[in-house]
């Protein structure tokens, strides 16, 4: 129940298309989803994150899509680039119990020129 | 955003040795740190959590007496690989959090155990 399932486990999307990331947890408890890009070699970066009570948030090209009857989260990045291309992980979390963040098994993104 | 740095960002050690690594909240106070783990193409595995002058609270299959974790103030954690072998090499990752607020991670250290 703590899981957090990430799909696909890589992607590879030609530049300016969208890569669209998504996640599926079981815990209706979990009250923040955050997503992470990570460079190899370098530790994970906030991307954007939402709470439950957000159908969508956007910043820039990214955007989470959020469908809490579902359980289910998602992200998207318009306009693909090359400098995109980085392992993205999601992640799900609970306020109480000191924030500690379930990770999906990550996305491996590719943006091809 | 907020930053947190680690040091040092790689090390090499003999096997049977400790190794001390240092995370730093620079530019904010951080109530709870965190440290993962990543092996190569996984995910980030929770190792533990510590809140300022508190024990640290150890996941499920993490020895407590190996990875020795001290969070001696609002801005540093310290996690201690004790008589470390090459099955501990691994990427291992500190967060910071400040209340309520987001998790902003270091930038990692890369221990290699000879």
């Known amino acids: 129940q703590q899981q957090v399932k990430q799909s696909p486990q890589s992607l590879i999307v030609q530049k300016g298309g969208i890569s669209i990331i998504n996640c599926a947890y079981e815990n209706t408890a979990f009250d923040y989803f955050p997503w992470y890009q990570q460079f190899p070699g370098k530790g994970p970066a906030l991307l954007i994150a939402i709470r439950p009570d957000v159908s969508e948030k956007k910043e820039g090209r990214f955007t989470i899509s959020f469908n809490k009857s579902a359980k289910q989260f998602s992200l998207h990045i318009m306009d693909s680039q090359p400098g995109d291309s980085a392992t993205y992980f999601c992640?799900?979390?609970?306020?109480?119990?000191?924030?500690?963040?379930?990770f999906g098994q990550g996305t491996e993104l590719s943006v091809k020129p | 955003g907020a930053v947190v740095s680690q040091h040092p960002s790689r090390v090499i050690c003999k096997s049977g040795t400790s190794v001390k690594i240092e995370c730093r909240s620079l530019d904010f106070q951080a109530t709870t740190m965190f440290w993962y783990r990543q092996f190569p193409k996984q995910s980030l595995m929770l190792m533990a959590t510590?809140?300022?002058?508190?024990?640290?609270?150890?996941e499920q299959g993490v020895e407590k007496d190996k990875f020795l974790i001290n969070h001696a103030s609002l801005t540093l954690s310290t996690l201690t690989v004790t008589s470390a072998h090459p099955e501990d090499s691994s990427f291992y990752i500190c967060?910071?959090?400040?209340?309520?607020?987001?998790?902003?991670f270091g930038p990692g250290t890369r221990l290699l155990v000879l």
């Open positions: 510590s809140n300022e002058g508190s024990k640290a609270t150890y």
């Open positions: 967060s910071a959090r400040a209340g309520r607020e987001t998790q902003y």
């Open positions: 992640a799900a979390s609970r306020d109480n119990q000191g924030g500690k963040l379930i």
